[in-house]
């Protein structure tokens, strides 16, 4: 079936412009994460959706970062008034509430920022 | 501060050679530690899993290892081959909680 997709592939903006990020799941799946990965550094954790639940937001680093899933299912990760240093690849993942120890990822968005 | 370090940037091997990674974690008490392979422009493929109270998990020519006493796991590539060539990333999840926490990955390079 579908992976994980993610849409733009790439994006390149203009320092203080807004950027949206999108994210298809897997079918089904009903855990939803947000990552970004900077040049030379390992992923690091932004949002994670399960379901109704309130999402957990404790990665996002400032209060220009933002995300919302609707309907359970597609995501959207709202990057406003970019700066430089939020170019980087962001990475979508999706995992079965029955499995959720196995993530699912997309190919990423890269994000640059002029 | 929590810290989760991967040996060397890049490793360079000879095909049939076993390629061996290290992940050590300090201030972190994880529930399981996952490995996945990341190939240039791609998304993060999970490879195996192995939980704080396994010692060993295999996966046809792949090994991994955790010691909690030591911190530290490890990664073995056996009868290596130039398809094996990409990033390998490890990354570590605490008990009650699905957020992974990885390192910043070792490239590995299987010479023909």
């Known amino acids: ?114 | 501060s929590q810290k989760i370090e991967q040996n060397s940037e890049a490793l360079n091997i000879q095909e049939g050679k076993t390629a061996t990674l290290t992940c050590n974690y300090t201030n972190y008490s994880p529930a399981y530690l996952q490995w996945y392979r990341q190939d240039p422009g791609r998304g993060p493929v999970f490879l195996l899993l192995i939980r704080e109270n396994e010692k060993e998990k295999r996966k046809e020519r792949l090994k991994v290892t955790f010691d909690t006493t030591l911190k530290q796991s490890l990664f073995h590539i056996t009868a290596s081959q130039p398809a094996d060539s990409a990033t390998y990333l490890c990354a570590l999840v605490r008990s009650n909680d699905y957020k992974l926490s990885f390192g910043a990955g070792t490239t590995v390079t299987v010479r023909a």
């Open chain 1, 1 to 114: 079936g579908a992976g994980v997709s993610q849409s733009p592939s790439n994006k390149v903006t203009e320092k203080g412009k807004d950027v949206e990020l999108r994210c298809d799941p897997i079918s089904g799946h009903t855990a939803l994460y947000w990552y970004r990965q900077s040049l030379g550094q390992g992923l690091e954790f932004l949002i994670y959706f399960q379901g109704n639940s309130a999402p957990d937001k404790s990665g996002l680093p400032s209060d220009r970062f933002s995300a919302e899933r609707t309907g359970g299912s597609v995501s959207t990760l709202t990057i406003q008034r970019t700066q430089q240093e939020d170019s980087a690849v962001y990475l979508c993942a999706s995992s079965p509430r029955n499995s959720q120890e196995t993530q699912y990822f997309g190919p990423g968005t890269r994000l640059l920022v002029l």
